[in-house]
């Protein structure tokens, strides 16, 4: 156990070298973070986001769950669901209106972000959304982490087996999205789960991996990939599983 640990350590000071950053990663944070629940927001910067809505934005989107593309509902949170309300922000910021990204200000972006979470029953509060502020808030149903959509790319780590002629992890963290393929620093050491997921379309045979602990990124296949996990990377992290 402690030469994982090691490794670990090794690995999360190696990325934090190459990133540049000086923090020192204890994992010790105190003060309780804001969720999207919190009150992000106020309802009169979601009726600026409105009025600036209806002149810009409304022609190609609607903000019901139905329609022209929709930015409510089942879409919306397929879309966004564990992103950060900071993603949320740049891809508009960066593309919308629709090929005139960047035409608004960085006030008037903000307020459509606080229009589309008021519009997603995210409850308003009593201060104003500023970006940079909330960047690193997950995007989270109120009933916490939902299933991710087909499609999303994720992260699951868990315990390698053989069920029949499919390779399976077992033990597995529920799938994490992810916007980078390969492994994660703290995939050697963070706790597993109680998920099970088939490995699809694997090029390379892993027998000599069975029993042993393996971090894989792919495309969900089904919600919250019931049909399994098209797999793009597929690395062991640790001998040793769970
Ligand atoms: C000319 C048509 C057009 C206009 C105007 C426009 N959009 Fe879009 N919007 C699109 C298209 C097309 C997409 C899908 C693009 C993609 O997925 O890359 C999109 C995607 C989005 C998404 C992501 C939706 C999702 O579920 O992934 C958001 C949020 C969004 N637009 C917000 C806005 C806002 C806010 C405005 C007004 C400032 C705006 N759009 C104006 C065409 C438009």
């Known amino acids: 156990m402690r030469s994982l640990f090691l490794v670990a350590t090794v690995i999360a000071a190696v990325v934090g070298t190459a990133a540049g950053a000086v ?12 969720t999207l629940w919190d009150g992000l927001y106020t309802d009169e910067q979601a009726s600026r986001g409105n009025a600036v809505f209806n002149a810009t934005c409304e022609n190609c989107h609607t903000l019901d769950s139905q329609g022209n593309r929709p930015l409510s509902g089942k879409k919306f949170w397929d879309s966004y669901t564990q992103k950060t309300v900071g993603d949320l922000f ?58 991710l959509p087909a499609g999303a790319l994720v992260r ?19 799938p994490q999205r ?46 919250g990939g019931i049909n399994g996990l098209n797999v793009t990377t597929v690395t062991k992290v640790a001998d040793s599983c769970p």
Do not use: W
């Open 23 to 34: 923090t020192v990663v204890t994992g010790a944070q105190t003060a309780p973070a804001k």
């Open 156 to 174: 699951i780590v868990g315990c390698l087996a053989k069920n029949g002629p499919d390779f399976v992890l077992t033990s597995a963290t529920p």
């Open 178 to 223: 992810t916007d980078k393929t390969g492994t994660a620093p703290d995939d050697a050491s963070r706790p597993l789960g109680e998920k099970s997921i088939t490995l699809k379309f694997l090029l390379t045979k892993l027998d000599a991996d069975i029993g042993k602990r393996i971090s894989a990124t792919g495309l969900l296949m089904g919600a």
């Open 90 to 147: 740049t891809f508009i910021q960066k593309n919308m209106p629709n090929g005139n990204g960047g035409s608004l200000s960085e006030k008037t972006y903000a307020d459509l972000v606080a229009l589309v979470l008021k519009s997603n029953g995210i409850p308003a509060g009593t201060t104003e959304l500023v970006p940079s502020e909330v960047a690193a808030i997950p995007i989270v149903p109120k009933d916490g982490p939902a299933e």
